[in-house]
């Protein structure tokens, strides 16, 4: 397995063995302390999500025999557990070793193939993990890209897979091409993490009103006669 993260690796140990049962259970920090991950690393949990759970998510599902979900079980406002539904994909029906040999590149493998190596990633990815055509996925390499930068659209990309998984859950049908696709023709925005820290605001503090002439007056009086006495 060409896994990139050595956290998608440990997620996959983690979740493999339980992949006849098809849940497990952790809270974050027990999670948190399996993997590796120090107490300076990811504090904020949107960042572990989107550094490790999402990461890992998106690996194990284009790369291993096994997929993943997770439900986030919260206390107040905070995410303290994770519920992971591990899904097993079928094994591919295997290749003719004849007709192997002369797979034929269409006009997109080989544009791709003059792009760099981010670019051809991505164009992988659009196609195997979120289930795009070859010309959806050359669009987006040759323009969206372009026009949006990485950032943009990776947080997209990651954002598309957690609200197709959020639809999954009404509607097992729901496809993440097609979510994917009308994402980047309407220019969806990110919606702001929730679990980001707030940007801090400013509390406007009143200020006393000035003492009128009168009570400066009666004030001088009162020092007046304590310095006499």
Not at 133 to 151: D, W
Request: with cysteine; aromatic share 10%.
């Amino acid at each position: 397995m060409r896994l990139n993260s050595s956290y998608s690796i440990r997620i996959y140990e983690l979740l493999r063995q339980y992949s006849k049962i098809g849940n497990r259970e952790f809270t974050v920090m027990d999670l948190r302390k399996v993997l590796g991950i120090s107490d300076k690393e990811y504090k904020l949990y949107g960042d572990f999500k989107r550094a490790v759970l999402l990461t890992a998510q998106t690996e194990l599902a284009a790369k291993t025999d096994i997929s993943f979900t997770f439900d986030e079980k919260k206390t107040g406002r905070a995410v303290t557990g994770l519920v992971f539904h591990v899904f097993t994909r079928l094994p591919e029906p295997p290749t003719d070793s004849i007709a192997a040999e002369y797979t034929i590149q269409d006009e997109y493998d080989l544009a791709v193939s003059k792009l760099q190596p981010y670019e051809r990633d991505l164009f992988q990815r659009l196609l195997k993990t979120f289930k795009l055509s070859k010309k959806q996925a050359h669009e987006v390499v040759t323009g969206y890209l372009l026009r949006e930068g990485q950032e943009r659209i990776e947080e997209l990309l990651t954002y598309c897979y957690d609200h197709w998984q959020k639809k999954l859950k009404a509607d097992r049908t729901a496809h993440l091409g097609k979510i994917t696709n009308k994402a980047i023709k309407e220019g969806w925005q990110v919606q702001e993490d929730l679990f980001r820290e707030p940007i801090p605001t400013y509390v406007k503090i009143e200020r006393p009103p000035e003492p009128t002439e009168e009570q400066r007056a009666a004030i001088r009086k009162m020092v007046a006669e304590v310095v006499e006495k």
